[in-house]
């Protein structure tokens, strides 16, 4: 990688060198009108220009430094150095001779360089092409060895403008670019690097093409096979980008080799009849081909263009997967298919679907699209319980599908124009039910939200319970009307839930679950967590207890924003659910010692019979005085005795003597 970075920046420093070079030698230079009067130059040519060159069968001697324009002899352009605000840098106009560029830097306005139908093969060697709309543009050509390209610098893309431009070899390249161009039969791409800025990387049609050895630079970028056969694609190396296979021709598919192909460093997983199969956190893209009672799970795919593409398979669950790129899955033909419990963040479409039979969308989490998902030529479906933020252009768009429900959707869409982003749309659909789904409209906030044209049989309610939808831009009064066929919903709704917020707050402002009156199930309604207690109506327990606000609120009265109500050292939580004392008061035995003391101590705090022995704080020993004062008394006796012998008052017995 680190070789690469220089090696781009080695090139950089070459053309700021011609660039200085042209403005130096300016004055000397050779004009256009110059080398195509009587002035020739000579075969050992190096010019720099800032103007345009054009070159065809007539003048191409004129830039030639050897060769006769033959097959085995091509005609030797090198050391051209052309720097212009023309459109062209280098025009090629249709030249039938085989020619080669080599050691030159060519930038245009627009192209670096252009070649118009070339009648013959041609080579580039050694060679930088900067244009602001193509690096180098191939147009029609009929030749069967088109192109080599070899150690070759191209920025603003390599592009060919017909499918009869074919054989193109380009190794050892570097190219940078905007938009990549889908190359035709006989392609062998080796060896290169490819820097893309916008979502494509490069394609491949028709037949036998080779890409080899390539490592991608993309942005969420694709390499596309577009209906190409006998094509081999081994050895590549994907960052931030993924492939896309275009294609409805099983047979076709099954003709190309995928082989050791990375994404992200994870293997391309191009996995074709399995059956009873648990793919997890393996590969960095997938794609499933004829296979059935396949599950996909606990995968994450980041930074790709697309995270899964399946076709042609039966029984098929993708659960719990995340995709961050440009778009989420695309799934075609098939049967029994369930998407649950996966997040989508993407610029395009989270989930396209095909041709499908018993379809279960739910659970999911859509943000960044301009298409929340799509869905066509579906039977047998249900969209329920998804979550689709911010889309910008349709949130979910329907077309060609018939016995289905759409119920406890989120809905929002960004609404620049009426009727240009919608948060539904439906055409052709039949024999559906659309109700208990939250519909909201940003930005125009009258505008309508939904639209169904040629549908037949669509309800916009439950008219049992009497319950529709809710719209942002619904004036509360009346039906709410929708766009299109004129269809109604009878029974357009406010608040379902009945916890006083509106619909709309809840999901942008509090972001609480719309259907569901105590989003975080601790026995509070989300107004009273909001309005009454100020507590967190998303966190059961906010101040991480271990007991749900609504216990402690409404069963022991303790604080559910302060963990230790009665500050005695123990936790609410450990209170209630170890000690069984109390959480509001701190000496629940009233024996004069704090439940923490008694715990801490090893006594039960629910007996004041039970408490910790503690001896008073620095109590002095008496037995030091006690033997002071009885050596005192003593001593003072003794004295006493002593002085009252000698004074006589007190006679010793005589000493007996034998």
Not at 175 to 201: C, D, E, P
């Amino acid at each position: 990688m680190k070789k690469n970075k220089f090696s781009f920046v080695s090139i950089r420093n070459v053309i700021m060198f011609f660039i200085v070079f042209s403005l130096v030698f300016q004055a000397t230079n050779l004009s256009l009108a110059e080398l195509e009067g009587e002035n020739h130059p000579n075969h050992e040519l190096n010019l720099t220009s800032t103007d345009g060159i054009v070159i065809g069968d007539a003048n191409i001697t004129l830039y030639t430094s050897g060769g006769s324009g033959n097959a085995g002899d091509p005609y030797i352009i090198e050391d051209l150095h052309v720097n212009t605000t023309d459109k062209y840098a280098l025009y090629f106009d249709s030249v039938t001779h085989y020619f080669e560029v080599r050691d030159s830097t060519l930038f245009g306005d627009g192209y670096g360089m252009y070649v118009k139908n070339p009648g013959a093969h041609f080579e580039v060697i050694n060679s930088t092409f900067i244009g602001g709309t193509y690096g180098v543009y191939i147009s029609s050509g009929f030749v069967l060895d088109i192109a080599n390209f070899n150690d070759c610098y191209i920025e603003g893309s390599l592009s060919i403008g017909g499918s009869n431009v074919h054989g193109l070899n380009i190794h050892h390249s570097t190219m940078v670019h905007n938009q990549g161009t889908t190359y035709y039969s006989r392609l062998n791409f080796t060896n290169n690097i490819v820097y893309a800025r916008g979502s494509s990387l490069m394609g491949i049609q028709h037949y036998d093409n080779i890409v080899k050895n390539n490592i991608f630079y993309g942005n969420n970028s694709y390499f596309r096979n577009m209906r190409a056969v006998n094509s081999t694609i081994e050895d590549n190396v994907f960052y931030n980008s993924s492939f896309y296979i275009y294609d409805d021709d099983l047979a076709d598919m099954l003709s190309n080799t995928y082989s050791n192909n990375a994404i992200n460093g994870k293997p391309f997983g191009f996995l074709y009849d399995i059956s009873d199969t648990t793919i997890t956190d393996e590969y960095g893209q997938i794609y499933l081909l004829n296979s059935d009672n396949v599950e996909i799970s606990n995968v994450d795919f980041v930074n790709v263009y697309m995270g899964i593409q399946a076709f042609n398979c039966s029984n098929l669950l993708i659960e719990s997967v995340t995709v961050i790129g440009y778009k989420g899955i695309l799934l075609e033909f098939v049967n029994n298919l369930a998407v649950k419990d996966s997040t989508f963040y993407c610029y395009s479409t989270g989930i396209y679907i095909s041709n499908v039979e018993d379809l279960t969308v739910q659970n999911n989490y859509y943000e960044g699209y301009s298409y929340g998902f799509e869905i066509y030529n579906f039977v047998n479906y249900k969209i329920n319980n998804n979550t689709i933020y911010y889309s910008t252009e349709t949130g979910v768009y329907f077309e060609n599908g018939e016995e289905g429900e759409l119920k406890y959707n989120i809905i929002i869409c960004e609404i620049e124009d009426e009727g240009s982003q919608l948060p539904i749309y439906l055409w052709d659909i039949y024999n559906t039910s659309i109700y208990y789904n939250v519909f909201i409209g940003l930005g125009n906030e009258t505008a309508y939200l939904a639209y169904e044209g040629s549908c037949d049989n669509v309800t916009w309610y439950n008219p049992t319970l009497e319950i529709g939808n809710f719209w942002s831009s619904w004036n509360q009064s009346g039906a709410y009307q929708i766009e299109g066929d004129g269809n109604l919903d009878l029974y357009p709704m406010i608040d379902f839930d009945g916890d006083t917020l509106n619909e709309t707050m809840e999901v942008l402002v509090y972001f609480t679950d719309p259907f569901n009156s105590d989003s975080d199930f601790d026995g509070l309604t989300d107004d009273e967590e909001i309005f009454t207690y100020g507590t967190d109506p998303n966190d059961e327990d906010g101040d991480d207890d271990n007991l749900s606000d609504g216990e402690e609120i409404l069963v022991y009265g303790s604080d559910p924003q302060n963990n230790d109500t009665d500050s005695d050292g123990l936790d609410d939580g450990e209170e209630v659910l170890i000690y069984e004392t109390s959480p509001t008061n701190n000496d629940t035995d009233s024996d004069g010692f704090s439940d923490y003391e008694e715990v801490v101590a090893g006594t039960d705090p629910l007996n004041s019979s039970s408490f910790p022995y503690l001896e008073p704080p620095n109590t002095p020993s008496y037995l030091g005085l006690i033997l002071g004062l009885t050596g005192g008394f003593l001593a003072v006796a003794g004295a006493t005795v002593y002085v009252l012998i000698k004074k006589g008052v007190i006679k010793l017995p005589k000493k007996i003597t034998k």
